[in-house]
């Protein structure tokens, strides 16, 4: 634990304008991150007396090691520079929103020549529209097949489209009239966007225009007794207002906003965000998190405002947004909202009427949703820490490991052998830290080398990312740059904890640079000593390290002879068994892509200069690559793009790797045959 004196600023050093600061601990890593009106005040409350200290806020200061700042110019460029950072450094003391779901949007992707509707899951991309999010996708494929009557746009995949196309028949959507088919011809791109905009008007809340725009003209067709069509008409009418009564008017005034509630206690703090656009709730959503600093209401709204919009811009941020308790600073808040946005953004309370009840009904959900986690979490958790419990037990830990890195070995018959690196925190899954491995060192099978290669390496990795951001060297101070003033905010050259020396360090988390409490091996005794053989040659000997045999699920420890066996209805058994299975599927699935990329491979695969599309126009134009090795180098010349050299190169190519004999898949049994196409 460090003491918070040993790194804190000089009287006078830190400067009264607004900017960012950041708390690192001994490893450089970043831990906080903050923003300040007047930096001079803020960082200085957090070298107060301890004991007058939240109790978050002191085990952030007695953690880390040293703070530095970056002075900007106004309040709007410190909220957006807070929120980079928390998203680049993911600091562990900053609230951080947590989902345990991905939420389903309705997107239509203007990004392709004839846009097409569909459920998206996962990050928005470029070019394509968004409505939602929702709480189940079943409700979005409801409203689209309502709304395809009056809006025929298309639906179909890339593969379906193409394949109507070339065969020139639509899809069934195509016959049935929901869709336009645009794939055979039937309206131009032109009129296929078209069709695409308007749906986005309709589903952007501007309803009434199509539906009065229908009667009117189903009153003309009766008039002119064309009766079939009034009756169509008529019957898409219905189908727009059934799709609209699949959410009901909330706000009578057809207004945009997003409402946000907060349901907290000490520990956590649940988010509930409802979407009104035109009136009608088109989306909700729910996040949780952790109180790990000393937030209250408003702080945890900044935060969420942060995270929900920080990369959204135009539309997608509301002309009203409706919060339980407003921001610190509500004026750089909203003035940040209404870059985003293009216009002006209205952030409130609301006092009275129809969005004060909503408002009401948000708020239910939130503590709806909080008492739920807890309920949840409370079993898991307890299940959770019973195992890593019993772990320790058997294996005469000092302390529970809460993080388990397992590795295993994978490959056929010797060959593609490779290794996977999973990793437990918590007894949860962390996939963002799974690594796979290469064997290098050597041919062949052996699973007792592989093991010591793999673990010399990952901490070789680990010893060298600790000396890194553990030894830190003194920088000369950097001269002024020469020319015109930089635009946006500069980083301060801040002292460092304990020489006085500017530091220079990303704090990123380095992708090796946390080592675990035990070192979990597939494998029994062989594998094991091989990885704690590896250990004591880097001199590692804090780190635990055991094995898993999977025929009679015993466990393994370094230099003992009988196994460690846990009872079958042990919570810690399961534990290493779900660690070890997830080990083994990456592996697995690592080793079966590298064997499926070695038998699509061809022999032109190996001629230098030559890119996939002259690869494709030579098997276009002979038909296989059993052909193309028959031709001469006059005939390979033909092909457009081919010169005499290339031509050359790849009779060579082909010459050199004629088969003596049919090509077999090891994995299916199969005969290759090269008159396929050879390589795609």
């Not at 970043?30 to 002191?58: E, M, S, W």
């Not at 997608?316 to 909202?337: G, I, R």
């Not at 019993?390 to 070995?409: K, N, S, V």
Request: hydrophobic fraction near 35%.
């Amino acid at each position: 634990m460090a003491d918070p004196s040993s790194y804190r600023p000089k009287p006078g050093q830190i400067p009264d304008s607004p900017g960012v600061y950041k708390f690192r601990d001994e490893h450089r890593r970043v831990i906080y991150v903050g923003k300040a009106k007047n930096l001079r005040q803020r960082v200085a409350n957090y070298f107060q007396d301890l004991a007058g200290l939240h109790p978050r806020t002191r085990t952030m200061v007695t953690t880390a090691a040293s703070v530095e700042w970056t002075v900007v110019s106004t309040e709007v460029e410190a909220l957006q520079l807070e929120y980079s950072w928390i998203k680049e450094f993911d600091p562990r003391f900053n609230v951080k929103y947590r989902d345990d779901k991905s939420y389903p949007y309705l997107a239509v992707t203007f990004n392709e020549d004839f846009p097409r509707v569909q459920v998206m899951r996962g990050a928005k991309k470029k070019g394509v529209r968004y409505f939602g999010p929702y709480g189940h996708a079943w409700a979005i494929r409801e409203t689209v097949d309502l709304m395809l009557r009056v809006f025929p746009v298309r639906t179909c995949s890339a593969g379906v489209f193409k394949n109507a196309a070339r065969t020139g028949r639509p899809c069934l959507l195509g016959y049935i009239g929901k869709c336009s088919a645009p794939c055979v011809g039937r309206v131009t791109p032109e009129e296929h966007r078209e069709l695409a905009e308007d749906f986005c008007d309709f589903m952007a809340g501007r309803t009434g225009t199509y539906i009065r725009r229908l009667e009117k003209d189903m009153m003309q067709a009766a008039e002119e007794m064309e009766y079939e069509r009034a009756a169509r008409l008529r019957d898409d009418a219905e189908a727009l207002k059934r799709a609209m009564e699949k959410s009901a008017v909330v706000l009578a005034d057809a207004t945009d906003a997003d409402l946000i509630a907060v349901a907290e206690d000490e520990l956590e703090a649940a988010l509930q965000i409802f979407h009104v656009r035109g009136g009608r709730v088109r989306g909700q959503r729910g996040w949780v998190t952790d109180k790990v600093e000393a937030v209250d209401t408003s702080g945890l709204v900044e935060h969420a405002l942060q995270q929900l919009y920080g990369e959204e811009r135009g539309d997608a941020v509301p002309k009203e947004v409706l919060v339980p308790a407003l921001p610190e600073d509500t004026e750089a808040v909203s003035q940040w909202l209404a870059e985003r946005r293009g216009s002006q953004v209205s952030l409130r309370i609301p006092q009275r009427g129809d969005k004060k009840d909503l408002m009401a009904t948000v708020q239910r959900n939130a503590q709806q949703a909080l008492g739920l986690h807890k309920t949840k979490r409370a079993s898991d958790l307890t299940t959770r820490s019973r195992a890593l419990e019993e772990i320790a037990q058997a294996l005469g830990l000092d302390t529970a490991p809460l993080r388990i890195e397992c590795y295993d070995i994978s490959h056929l018959q010797g060959d593609d052998v490779v290794a996977s690196m999973v990793v437990f925190e918590d007894g949860l899954a962390r996939k963002s830290e799974y690594r796979r491995f290469q064997i290098k060192g050597f041919e062949g099978q052996d699973d007792v080398r592989s093991m010591h290669e793999v673990i010399g390496r990952r901490f070789k990795r680990y010893l060298q990312d600790k000396e890194r951001m553990g030894e830190w060297e003194e920088q000369p101070a950097a001269a002024p740059a020469a020319g015109p003033a930089a635009t946006g905010p500069v980083p301060a050259v801040v002292p460092a904890a304990d020489d006085g020396e500017p530091r220079e360090d990303d704090g990123r988390p380095k992708r090796f640079a946390y080592p675990p409490q035990l070192v979990l091996v597939d494998g029994g005794q062989p594998q094991v000593a091989a990885a704690k053989r590896a250990l004591d040659e880097l001199g590692i000997d804090d780190i635990a390290v055991c094995g898993l045999a999977k025929r009679l699920e015993e466990v393994w420890l370094p230099d003992d002879d009988d196994p460690v066996v846990l009872p079958r209805s042990s919570e810690g058994l399961y534990l290493l068994q779900r660690v070890r299975d997830e080990a083994h599927r990456f592996a697995i699935t690592y080793q079966r892509a590298k064997r499926a990329k070695r038998i699509r491979s061809s022999p032109l695969d190996d001629v230098a200069g030559l890119g996939e599309t002259r690869k494709q126009a030579l098997i276009k134009h002979f038909g296989s690559v059993k052909k193309l090795r028959q031709a001469t180098i006059d005939e390979i010349r033909e092909v457009p793009g081919i010169g005499r050299r290339t031509a050359e190169s790849v009779a060579a190519a082909l010459a050199s790797t004629a088969p003596a004999a049919p090509a077999v898949n090891t994995a299916t049994g199969e005969i290759i045959e090269e008159d396929d196409g050879g390589s795609s």
